[in-house]
């Protein structure tokens, strides 16, 4: 397991209200902001900073969920279907996190980013009633999952990037439900993704308990704002940000690999 330097602490704790703030209010897991961060503000190595990520999504997720069950801005058809598919997904996941080399990773993570900002800016969402899904959605809603806990297992991430655009998009979920649901999902597919993870050593459980113990009331208090946020604005903000983070790794990649001498 990777170390941090204890004067680390305060920077795990600001990564962690951040990521907090980030799921509540876009219903992911966090992830998206916390492995560029324990990368480059902590120093962990890539792959153990996407498993420390997908511990730390755990309680910032519970919290966020939170928020959104108490309001009622869950479908639990959608959850079903795509948990089913999301745990197959996170299996797959996390052994290809094993043996793939680093830098693909890092090439999988910012081409997760890019195509995520895209879809969002395209994401009108909201409109088209929930209670439209019915039995015959459920092999549609596994395949989503499935898709979602690869990522999830792979990169680090809740997969809230593939499953709140997919609920807008593919089955007419409103937005605030989408993100409900998609947190209800995270929750178990992060605690399956974090003991195969910690099984093969690619996740430091000390700083994932500090950064997601500091993001769960930041998740809770932004998935309440969220509620009453508007859709558009919200997946701008969302698609701003995946791009910045997206340029910097690239930058930073492009530094890493040039020659020396």
């Known amino acids: 397991m990777a170390t941090v ?21 876009f219903g992911v897991g966090g992830g998206l902001l916390m492995v560029p961060a324990l990368v480059y503000l902590l120093d962990l190595d890539q792959r153990v900073a996407h498993g420390t990520s997908l511990a730390a999504v755990l ?10 069950l108490l309001a009622g ?11 089913v598919g999301a745990l197959g997904g996170t299996v797959v996941g996390t052994y290809w996190l094993r043996i793939l080399p680093e830098r693909a990773l890092r090439l999988a993570f910012i081409a997760l ?40 297992g792979l990169l680090g991430v809740g997969g809230g990037v593939v499953m709140v655009p997919a609920m807008i998009v593919l089955f007419g979920i409103p937005t605030p439900t989408a993100k409900g649901t998609s947190l209800v999902v995270i929750v178990p597919t992060s605690v399956l993704g974090t003991i195969r993870n910690v099984h093969n050593g690619n996740a430091d459980l000390a700083v994932a308990l500090v950064v997601g ?14 509620l009453g946020l508007d859709d558009r604005l919200s997946n701008s903000l969302l698609a ?13 990649g492009r530094r890493d690999n040039a020659p020396t001498g």
Request: with cysteine; hydrophobic share 65%; proline share 2%.
């Open 113 to 152: 980013l890019v195509v995520s900002a895209l879809r969002l800016v395209l994401v009108a969402g909201g409109d088209a009633a929930a209670d439209a899904l019915g039995v015959s959605d459920l092999p549609a809603l596994v395949v989503t999952g499935f898709f979602s806990g690869l990522l999830s």
């Open 213 to 226: 113990l500091s993001g769960m009331a930041a998740g809770y208090a932004a998935s309440l704002v969220s």
């Open 240 to 252: 701003a940000l995946l791009t910045a983070v997206a340029l910097r790794m690239a930058a930073t």
């Open 59 to 68: 309680p910032i997720a519970a919290a966020g969920a939170a928020g959104y």
């Open 5 to 25: 330097k204890a004067t680390s602490v305060a920077w795990m704790a600001v990564v962690g209200l951040c990521a907090g703030a980030l799921s509540g209010l």
């Open 73 to 83: 801005k869950v479908d639990w058809l959608a959850a079903a279907g795509i948990l």
